[in-house]
Every structure is written in structure tokens, then in C-alpha cells.
């Protein structure tokens, strides 16, 4: 709070980014940080405007903590409705694939600059090909989409990354991508990976909750809502239409076919 009222002092925002933030796992430091932090954003304070007078104002604080889906839930529980009602919650989805294009579009047409071995500036470019390449290896997951393009840089040798360059880069980051998917799997309660499971056994348009409820061993297709929800509303691997769908991409290439591998 005294951050906030300096900032008003100063006429600014401040913005408190707090990544990873599962990592915290000492339960009584957790609860004073949110306490902390929900205190401040929520804070109104007096301040005088000219002409106007006294009037109330919330602490210029803008407070984002980001990490694991898993961290919003588990946090809400413990903290009850405090939590819920303070920190509005996003689940980010996998980025579309024209968005990673966008994204990858200035290192094709302008190139990146970098130092070259004879001490000049080198833009270095990315064919479109290639481009292409690595937005289907990465299924839409960002952490994936980083490791294929770091691979890809350090596998170019020319002032051109081409197509077998990225594909050679992403056959070293094969394992890192396997286990990348894996720990999203295995944090999951083993009532979400049995569902996880039958749901990617299915063919795409049997994959309705009755359906993946028998496939999965369930005793009745009820059985199925609480994790079917979860995995929608929590995690956002999944989307509960007619018929479900997978929105995490990565997961449903690793369970349904050969991805990670490329030919």
C-alpha cells in the first residue's frame, strides 16, 4: 500500500508481476502475499481534486500472478471466497496457429539482426517454409513454440533458417517436448488421466461423455462430470461440446498419434 500511495505521489501505475507463482509452496507465505496484495488492489484511499474536492480513489496497482492452472484452484480452496473475489482468474488456451504466423512474420520478412563473424550486422531470416514448420511442431503450446524456434536459430548456418534446419533443430528437442507433455499429464488426479486417456482412444465424434465415461471404466456416465469439468473449466485441456474436443493440442498429438516425431 505505501508502493501505491507513492505512486500517487508520482502521478504512475505500478505493476506487480509475479510469475511461476506455484512455486511458492510454504502455505503461511502464500496466505500473507495474497493478503498483501489483495489488500492493496482493493484499498481506496482519499485525495483532493482541484475544483472538485475530496473524492475516493482505488491505489494505482495493477497485480498479475501467473503460473500453472492448478495454482488458481488450489488457492481458492484454501482460501475460500477472500481469493475468488479479489484476483479475477484467466485460463490461457493454446495460441491459435494464424497468431503464432503473426508472431513469426517480422523474422521472415525483416530478419533479426545479429553480429556476423566479420564484425558487421547480419539479419538473419526465416524461410516461410520454415516458419510454417514451427508453428506445426508447437500445436499452439507457447513454451513449445520457444523451444522450436531456439533449436531452429542455433541448427541455421546461413543468413536463411530453412525448412531442414528447423525440423533438424526440433529432432534434438524431441525429449524435452515428450517430457514437457508428460508433466502436464502427470499432474493431473488419476481420475483426469483415466478420462484424458479414453477420451483419445475415441474417434473425434465419439467422444461424448457417456462414451468416454464407458471407455474410461466408469461405473455410470455421471461419474465423468466432475473430472470432465475440471479438465474445461480448470484446466483448459479440454472443451466440453458436442462432441468434446481437445484444446490443448500438444496433449492430443502425444496421445493420438506419433507427434512428437517429424519425418
Partial sequence: MEIGHAAIRQ??????????????????LLSQMLIALGDAITREVEI???AVGTITRSLPIAVYLTGLPEFDDRSGARKG???ARRFATTTLEPINDNDLRSALRPLVVD???TPSEGGSILAVRLAPDAAEAIVDVCRGE?????LAGQRAWYAGKGDVINRDEVLNGWRQAEQEAIAHVERILERLPPREREF????????????SQGQ???????AKPTDAG????????VRGIIGRGKPYTFRHRAIEAFLTSNWPSVE
Fill in 11 to 28: 502521478n504512475q501505475v505500478v505493476l506487480i508481476h509475479v510469475d511461476e507463482v506455484q512455486n511458492i509452496t510454504d502455505e503461511k
Fill in 81 to 83: 471466497a477472500t481469493f
Fill in 111 to 113: 530478419g533479426w539482426e
Fill in 196 to 207: 484424458i486417456s479414453a477420451m483419445a482412444e475415441l474417434p473425434p465424434r465419439e467422444r
Fill in 48 to 50: 483532493t481534486v482541484p
Fill in 226 to 233: 466432475t473430472p470432465s469439468q475440471r479438465l474445461d473449466r
Fill in 212 to 218: 468416454i465415461a464407458a471407455k474410461a471404466g466408469f
Fill in 142 to 146: 507457447p513454451f513449445l513454440f520457444q
